[in-house]
Nanobody, 128 residues
Framework: EARLLESGGGLVQAGGSLRLSCEAS????????MGWFRQAPGKARRGVACILVSDGTTYLIDSVKGRFAISVDASKNTMYLQMNDLKPEDTGVYYC?????????????????????WGQGAPVTVSA
């Protein structure tokens, strides 16, 4: 059974750091795009970062550039989101997702189409 298992969420003060992990099982991620989405309280879920596993190309939204980093350890079939200098507006439930590469492998397509696999969500709360 294919699944994504997240870990690493929690409560942190503004300026602090957290690292989220997303371990894939039941499928090989070589030909996938993987990414992180965030759902802030009372708001829709939105894409934050994504990575092409095959070549490591990444994309991050402007509000997290310079603070967050997305990476993949292929040997562990695991994706990470390193979050530094966290701000209260980063609060939300973070979901990891994975989808097979398609003709359109743009970040826009990944953030806006139906994806194959989702994690269960990892709550992140940043206090002021």
């Amino acid at each position: 059974e294919a699944r994504l298992l997240e870990s690493g969420g929690g409560l942190v003060q503004a300026g602090g750091s957290l690292r989220l992990s997303c371990e894939a099982s039941g499928f090989a991620t070589d030909n996938y795009i993987m990414g992180w989405f965030r759902q802030a309280p009372g708001k829709a879920r939105r894409g934050v970062a994504c990575i092409l596993v095959s070549d490591g190309t990444t994309y991050l939204i402007d509000s997290v550039k310079g603070r967050f980093a997305i990476s993949v350890d292929a040997s562990k079939n695991t994706m990470y989101l390193q979050m530094n200098d966290l701000k209260p507006e980063d609060t939300g439930v973070y979901y990891c997702a994975a989808d097979l590469m398609r003709d359109d492998s743009s970040w826009y397509s990944f953030f806006n189409r139906a994806l194959q696999h989702w994690g269960q969500g990892a709550p992140v709360t940043v206090s002021a």
